[in-house]
C-alpha cells in the first residue's frame, strides 16, 4: 500500500470524515477491529439466559461477532458512520384507530440506504489509498452498538440502544472494515446518570434491568422476528404498535437536541405516518407487497402483519371493525384466523362470540386456531365495555 503503509496520520481521518459527510453521513468514528471488552461476555449471557427468543440466527458465527479481525482476519481498523433518521413528531402519538409504524420503517428499507453510501465511502479509501475494505450494515455478523460507542459516536443506553449528544436516539450505524492502520477515536462515555425513563416506557415491561431486555417480551421482537402467534396475555400491552416500537427511544431526554431527518429516503411516506387499520387488515398478498415495497416491513410477510393489524384493532375496541375483521376468519394464512377469533372476542358481545364460535370451531382444520375459539369462549368476558 505504498505511503499508506505507515499509521494514518489524522489528516487522512479527516479526508475520510469528509468523504462520509459528503456521502450523506452525520457522524462518523474510528476504532480498532479488535474485540470490544464485555461486548462478547454480555451476549453470551444474553444467549444462555435464552432471552433471544426464537432468533437462532443469533446463536450463530458467535466468535464472529465478537471481534471484527476474527470476522475478517484482514481487519485493522473500523470506520463506523452514522445516520440520523430522526422523525418529525412523537412517534408515540399515532392515534388509536391507526397502526404505529417504528420511525424507521416508515420509508425505504435502510440498510439500502446505508449500504449503497457506505461503498461510495469505501471506495474512495481504496481508490486514493489502496487498501482493502468491507462494508457491514446490520446484517453480518458484527456488534455495530459496540464499535460506535468505542469509535465515540455515543454510548449505549440503558434500553441498550446508541445514544447521540447531537442526534439523541435516532441514528442508524454502518460499518467499514478496513487494512488501514487508523488512529482510534477516544470513546463515548455514558451520559445517562440515574434516569430510567427508557426501562419505565416499555409497555410489556421488556426490561428487568438497565441493559437487559428480554426479547421474548420486547414489543419489535413480538411484532418482527416472534414465530407463531403473538402469546396471549402480551397482545393486550401492544396497543396499535404493528410494526416495531419506538417507546424506549422515544422518552429518551436526549432527543431534545435530535433533528429531523435530512435524507429524504428515511423520511415517512405520509401513508406510512399514521395508516389506517381498517385499510390494513383487508390487504391480500398483492396489496402487502405494493405498499411495503422497498421498506422494511416487507420481510415479515403479509400473514405476520396482517395478525399485528388484527391485534391492534382488538386492543382499539372500536365494535365498527367486527365486520372487517370477521372477513379474515376466512384468511388461507391460520396465523391471520387466529388473530381473527382474538380480535374478534374483544369487539363482540359474549353471546354473539359463542354463536360464531360453535359454529366456525367445528369447521376449522388447524390446531392453534382451534384452541382460540376454545380459549376465548371461557376467557373473554374481562372487559366491561363488551359485556352488553
Known amino acids: 500500500m505504498g505511503f499508506w503503509d505507515a499509521t494514518m496520520t489524522e489528516q487522512a481521518k479527516a479526508k475520510i470524515r469528509a468523504w462520509a459527510a459528503a456521502a450523506g453521513f452525520d457522524v462518523c468514528g474510528f476504532t480498532g477491529a479488535g474485540a470490544v471488552a464485555g461486548a462478547a461476555e454480555s451476549l453470551s449471557l444474553y444467549l444462555a439466559e435464552g432471552r433471544h427468543g426464537t432468533m437462532d440466527w443469533m446463536t450463530e458465527r458467535v466468535a464472529e461477532r465478537a471481534a471484527l479481525d476474527v470476522l475478517w482476519p484482514g481487519a485493522k481498523s473500523a470506520v463506523v458512520c452514522g445516520m440520523n433518521y430522526g422523525p418529525g413528531d412523537d412517534p408515540r402519538t399515532v392515534a388509536a384507530d391507526r397502526g404505529a409504524i417504528s420511525v424507521y420503517a416508515r420509508n425505504r428499507d435502510y440498510h439500502d440506504v446505508l449500504k449503497g453510501k457506505l461503498k461510495q465511502v469505501a471506495g474512495r479509501i481504496h481508490g486514493a489509498m489502496g487498501a482493502e475494505v468491507k462494508v457491514f450494515v446490520d446484517t453480518a455478523p458484527v456488534m455495530e452498538k459496540p464499535l460506535a460507542e468505542r469509535a465515540g459516536l455515543g454510548w449505549i443506553g440503558k434500553h441498550g440502544n446508541l445514544v447521540s449528544r447531537g442526534f439523541g436516539s435516532w441514528l442508524f450505524l454502518g460499518v467499514i472494515a ?10 463515548h ?24 431486555l428480554d426479547a421474548r417480551r420486547c414489543v419489535s421482537y413480538l411484532t418482527i422476528e416472534h414465530k407463531g402467534p403473538i402469546p396471549r396475555d402480551l397482545r393486550p400491552l401492544i396497543g396499535n404498535r404493528i410494526y416495531g416500537c419506538d417507546d424506549c427511544l422515544a422518552v429518551c431526554p436526549w432527543n431534545r437536541f435530535a433533528q429531523v431527518a435530512s435524507e429524504i429516503k428515511l423520511r415517512a411516506r405520509p401513508e406510512m405516518a399514521q395508516p389506517s387499520l381498517r385499510d390494513l ?24 402483519f396482517v395478525c399485528n393489524v388484527l391485534i391492534a384493532i382488538g386492543n382499539g375496541g ?5 365486520t372487517a375483521v370477521t372477513a ?10 387466529g388473530a381473527a377469533v382474538w380480535a374478534l372476542s374483544r369487539l363482540m358481545n359474549v353471546d354473539e362470540f359463542r354463536r360464531l364460535a360453535a359454529h366456525m370451531e367445528e369447521n376449522e382444520s388447524d390446531p392453534a386456531v382451534r384452541a382460540e375459539w376454545k380459549t376465548d369462549r371461557w376467557l373473554r368476558g374481562k372487559r366491561p365495555d363488551v359485556e352488553r
Not at 178 to 187: E, H, I, K, R, S
Not at 189 to 212: H, N, V
Open 178 to 187: 478496513t487494512a488501514l492502520a487508523l488512529p482510534p477515536d477516544p470513546p
Open 281 to 304: 387488515v383487508a390487504l391480500d398478498g398483492g396489496g402487502f407487497r405494493a405498499l411495503f415495497s422497498g421498506s422494511p416491513v416487507k420481510r415479515i410477510g403479509r400473514g405476520r
Open 328 to 337: 379474515r376468519l376466512a384468511d388461507a394464512d391460520p396465523l391471520v384466523r
Open 189 to 212: 462515555a455514558g451520559r445517562c446518570g440515574r434516569c430510567r425513563r427508557c426501562l419505565d416506557a416499555c409497555p410489556t415491561r421488556a426490561f428487568d434491568g438497565a441493559g437487559r
Open 318 to 322: 372500536d365494535v365498527t371493525d367486527a
